[in-house]
């Protein structure tokens, strides 16, 4: 009321500039102040009665239940080597770190584990992106970081230091397309892919190229940003192509969101998609209309092998649920650390590095798994079905 | 053409969401010339309320009218209470100072509601029960409705037009516009100011409330920080028609609701947050009073 000597619509358009700039620069930004000096390549991470291993992971947030699963198998492999004694006669010690499934947050939490807590190697992240952020840190200050699950090409490729056990979305997509034109016989296929995702993109992107070298054609290219709810408007214009399929190729919130709208709108083609569908959140929100829609995973825990087995029901027994696809990878993960730990020449960094990097044919849950030249695992990849709110298990894909 | 129906009938779902939103907006900067915020992260604890008494009383077991109507009230009455607070602890102890003043406040409590939103709800999306299901839809051809979204646009035109008629035509809401017109004054004319600025929080608060829910059936994933962009484009929607002015602010909301499906259905899909962005720029650059804004002559 006091500076009413402006006229009103002049004022009142500055206001709300100021506003939008005001809301704008303080809800886009998050803690991440840390800066990166003050790390270096220590080793006391191994001195003492511990070893002391971080994890970087998405306990809270969009992606909440891959963070939790992958934090569930790399406790449980870690208690198992605690309790047979440890390991070089020491105890192993997680530190974990939350990074509510934000790059930057991700990035923030590697530096702490770093820097602060002195860990000699880093399990983390699930999602790409979150990878992606952390890597660089992890290079320069020479500490080994191992992703369980996170499949981009482009995380290892940030830098000698970085590795994965699982494989990677050229090969995933390869199995989605090969899955579409082998299994389900067919050749329309239109896709709707999160452009905020590497993982998303990259993968959108392989299937595209497997999908057309095997005969099939792209009819629509669709995307979406992750913070969408409604996806009609994109599914409108991919029913007008009327495709056999439809490539999903997001994360579990947004997919089950899609599956519904999918439906509603009438249309019946399969949606297919990557291990980002692999949370029991995704059948809680999409409910019946995922029905008869297929996923590429890292493993099936309907599988009889031995060690499956043995693992789900380790695992069942402690957490009263069945292991997904992130637990057994963070398991796996978790268990290539420790066994490098063991051939490493000395607790060094650098010496676990080359044990990583040597590793080959280890008997993992989700198979036998050898680290090739550019630091990724390849393994064969399995497809999954939605029946009856369950992924039952439908085809091996091999590499 | 089907498919232009159905993006017509898309686009008017989601314009009345946002409609319902802007409206908050609107009342509130039409007392007191302020912006609220806050509005967006209202919608979410409205959704978030609705959340916890569907799994308080039980309702998804039985899902009705009723338990719909349920989810509804308590949405409503628990987003009033907070726009209440909102307007009593925060915005109240500034009515004199300088406006800038209060804008700020209001960011804050965005971003307080918001952050304790992440604690206490927790930061992971949550699955919002269906209290209300539909035997299949309504199917013409190739033309789909899901009976939801007309259900949102019925709510939505219904909530709306009795606040209009609670504006223009009772006493309140001629103590409402008084008000608006003029606080000192209206205050001399014996309308107690003070207490129709927090009756106007909580209208406001409670469509957003409702919102909340209706949002929540049919795009069943709520999660703390579902009102930073809903909210951000109903405030575009409501500077679109005219900011102060409560029918612009419904044709605001339809405009950028459709517009925002024809742009993602015909062209650019990850161009739809922008839009209301360039949309708001172009309205403050060449009418800044809005579509249906009124310019006023400032008496000094």
Redesign the interface.
Known sequence: ??????????Y??K??????M??QA??GCNPKNSSLSGINARTSAATGNTIRVGEVSSL???E??FGLSTHRGIELAFDEINRNGGILGKKLELVTLDD??KPEEAATAATKLIADSEVIAVLGEVASSRSIAMAPIAQNSKTPMISPSSTNPRVTEMGNYIFRVCFIDPFQGEVMAKFALEHLKVKKVAILRD?DSDYSTGLADYFTAALKKGGGTIVLD????S????F???L??I??KKPDAILVPGYY?SV??IA?QTR???IQAPLLGGDGWDSP?LV??GGKALENSYFSNHYSNEDTAPKIKNFVTQFSQRYTSKPDGMAAMGYDAAMILVDSIRRSKTLSKQDLRDAIAETKGFAAVTGKISLNEQRNAVKPAVVLKIVDGLFRYQTTIQP | MI?LI??LI?GFS?GSIYALIALGYTMVFGIL?L?N?AHGDVYMVGAFTGFYAIHFFKLAEHPSWLSLALTLVVAMIGSGCLGWCIERLAYRPLRKS???NV??T??GV??FL?FAG?LFF????K?FPQVLSFEG?W?FN?L?I?PLQVLIFVVSIFLMLALDWMIYRTRLGRAMRATSFN??YASLMGIPTDQVISLTFVLGSTLAGAAGVL?GLT???I?PL?G??PG?KAFVAA?LGG?GNVRGAVLGALILGLS???L???GA??F??ALA?GL?IMI?LFK??GLLGL??A???
């Open positions: 009321m006091k500076l009413q000597n402006l006229t009103r619509p002049n009142f358009a206001t709300v500039l100021m506003g939008a005001f809301s303080l809800s809270s947030g969009s909440a239940t509510r499934s452009v669709e995307s979406y940003t913070s969408d709810i409604d009609k408007s994109q409108t214009a029913r007008a919130t089950g969101l519904r509603e709108l009438g959140k809680e929100i | 498919e159905q993006h898309n989601m010339q912006i915020f300088p406006r800038i804008l700020i209001a960011v965005s971003l918001e992440q927790g930061a992971d999306p699955f839809d199917s190739e789909k899901n606080l000192e949002v795009y069943p994933k999660d579902m930073v962009l951000l500077v900011i925002e499906e024809f993602v259905g015909y899909p990850t739809r947050d962005f708001l403050l800044p009073t310019k006023r400032e008496k000094v």
